[in-house]
Structure formats: C-alpha cells, structure tokens
C-alpha cells in the first residue's frame, strides 16, 4: 500500500531534549516536506526537500533541521524545542512538481513539549 | 503571497442536503489545487485534484471546479452523510518556490441525523 509513514504519533517531551520525528514514504516520490497545523493558522511549510541531499527552508523553519540522506526518509529534527512548538506535524510527498502532481500526508504527529 | 481563504469556517446541515464549500486564493500562477479532508485526530486524506489547465473533477458524489482567473474553487458534496463530517482544506501549489501547498484554513463540516 503506498503511504507516507510518521513515527510517533504521539510525543511529550521537556523543553531542551533534543527529538527526531521520522518520515518515510513507499512511493519512490522525489519531493518531501513537512508542516506544521495550529489552531487559526492552517498548515505552514517548515522545510522541503526536492531530492536527495537537497533541502531547503519553508515558511516557518526557526528551531527545525532536517536531513535527506535518502530517498525515502525525510527526519524532522529538534534540537533544542520549545513549548510554541507544540503542535501537529505533517509530512508530505510527491513524485516531483507540476500540474498533475499530487500530495499525500502521513498520519501526524501530535507533540506537546512541557 | 499567496493567500487562501475558505469560506465558512463551520457549516451544520441535515443530512441529504447538497452543499457548497468555497475556496478562494490570491495569486492566480498555481500548478493545481487539492481538496483535502480531515478527521479529528487525523491525517489528511486527499479527494480530488485539479491541475491549472482543467476546469473539474469528479469523484463519487463530490465534484470540484476552478476557476483559476477568478481565484475560485468550490467543492460540491451531493447528497451529504453523516459520514461526510469532517474538516475540508483547500491548498494551491504555486509556480516556483519549492513547490509549496498553500492552505486555506478549513471548513468544519457536521451533517447530522
């Protein structure tokens, strides 16, 4: 089954302790990003990655990395969080760009840093 | 910047009712729009795709048209369900920048019994 898979689901944490957020996607899709929902404010783009070791930031990218040493593995990374990253997270893929390109979203992940 | 506006924001209506979601967006140089759905708690699940070129697709009792020189798009549920309660999120994929979604924030769907 083709899907974009995120690991945890779910994730508490204390402010400082570094956390990675993976991604993987079965689709052999070349794009990749991740987003970010909050209440009022929709999904904003925190960074994308056309392919392999290519990545770069999206709208809201302060106090994330994240890496692309693969093709279907896109971690999202926090060194350092802070509560007003509490938040849901998305990861995305395509196949590329263009008309006919269509995205499909992992399952979230709902963390909540204390 | 692009921008995305849904509106309303919330929608209550009885179930088998036909109903309209509206979708607007600023700047017209976009690659297609998506409609999305979205459970509580959940992922989001993709519904239609409509490329810049096209003026409509349809999938099952949902149908969604683009009017790109306008900025508009509508999504068109027939004959709702309970089943159909959800949030529904538009989100335009814009020429250039990394192949952004820009989404609009959402309207909440409830059809009730």
């Known amino acids: 089954e083709a899907q974009v898979t995120q690991n945890p689901r779910y994730l508490i944490t204390v402010t400082g302790k570094k956390l990675t957020v993976t991604c993987s996607q079965n689709?052999?899709?070349?794009?990749m990003s991740w987003y970010r929902q909050d209440p009022g404010l929709g999904l904003r783009q925190i960074y994308y990655?056309?392919?392999?070791?290519?990545?770069d930031k999206g709208d809201v990218p302060e106090g994330y990395k994240v890496s692309r040493k693969e093709k279907r593995n896109f971690p999202l990374i926090l060194e350092s969080p802070s509560p007003n990253q509490t938040s849901l997270y998305f990861c995305?893929?395509?196949?590329?760009?263009?008309?006919?390109?269509?995205?499909?979203f992992g399952q979230g992940t709902r963390l909540t840093v204390v | 910047k692009q921008e995305v506006t849904q509106i309303p924001a919330a929608l209550s209506v009885p179930e088998g009712e036909n109903l309209v979601l509206n979708c607007s967006f600023t700047?017209?140089?976009?690659?297609?729009l998506q409609w999305f759905r979205q459970d509580p708690g959940k992922g989001l699940t993709s519904l239609l795709l409509?490329?810049?070129s096209q003026r409509e697709q349809t999938s099952g009792r949902l149908n969604a048209s683009l009017d790109k020189s306008s900025g508009r798009s509508t999504l068109y549920i027939a004959a709702s369900q309970p089943g159909d309660s959800a949030t529904y999120l538009c989100?335009?994929?814009?020429w250039g920048g990394g192949n952004k979604l820009t989404f609009g924030t959402g309207t909440q769907l409830k059809v009730e019994l």
């Open positions: 995305a893929s395509s196949l590329g760009t263009g008309g006919s390109t269509e995205a499909f």
């Open positions: 689709m052999n899709h070349e794009y």
């Open positions: 990655s056309m392919n392999v070791e290519v990545t």
């Open positions: 700047d017209s140089a976009i690659y297609n």
């Open positions: 409509i490329q810049s």
């Open positions: 989100a335009v994929r814009r």
